[in-house]
């Protein structure tokens, strides 16, 4: 009877011990400030872990989107551009994943683009760099020239005021002249 009494109390320790194991719940580390810090930490640290960690918020639609709204937010404050400055190794890296990025989402190419045009329409520095990088690239000509059509064809009034100001300054209205006179005359060479 003692030797059932022992075996049982054995088994009963035994069933204890392994039923007592630790079991990993991410949710509740994450919870406690100190692990999510350390946690943090630990990737960042280890570039493997880091790519890795970056390799699955890609395969994640909801990840891909905050990386993207965190990457255009740095982007605008001017971080980027000195990380950049400091690395070219990287800034070459970083404009041809963009640019595949942008081949593969035309979407994305389209808000990217709308989006660097507002921000240089927004600055007179902006608008004339913009103004000689249109006269060099006829793909850019064409799509700024499409986009002020549909502009001007969806708000006549605008139309109207834009046409005022460039008969007002007196150098557009010369402008203006020029390109007349450039189109008569290329009409006249017709003949």
């Known amino acids: 009877m003692k030797t059932i009494v022992k075996t049982v109390l054995i088994i009963v320790t035994i069933g204890t011990l392994v039923s007592c194991k630790s079991a990993f719940n991410a949710s509740e ?25 970056i390799s699955k918020a890609q395969k994640n639609e909801e990840a891909k989107k905050m990386l993207m709204k965190a990457h255009m937010q740095m982007m605008e404050s001017g971080n980027m551009k000195m990380i950049m400055d400091k690395n070219p190794e990287m800034k070459e890296k970083m404009q041809s994943h963009m640019q595949k990025m ?35 690239n006829e793909e850019m000509k064409k799509a700024m020239k499409e986009r002020m059509k549909k502009m001007m ?39």
């Open 29 to 53: 580390t994450l919870q406690v400030e100190e692990n999510r810090d350390a946690i943090y930490q630990e990737i960042i640290s280890d570039p493997i872990q880091f790519t890795n960690f």
């Open 102 to 136: 942008m081949e593969e989402n035309p979407e994305m190419k389209e808000k990217m683009q709308a989006k660097m045009l507002d921000k240089m329409m927004g600055s007179e520095k902006g608008r004339k760099m913009l103004m000689n990088k249109m006269h060099n």
């Open 153 to 191: 064809d969806e708000n006549p009034e605008m139309m109207k005021e834009m046409m005022q100001k460039m008969m007002n300054d007196p150098k557009m209205k010369e402008k203006m002249e020029k390109m007349k006179g450039k189109k008569k005359n290329a009409q006249g060479h017709k003949h």
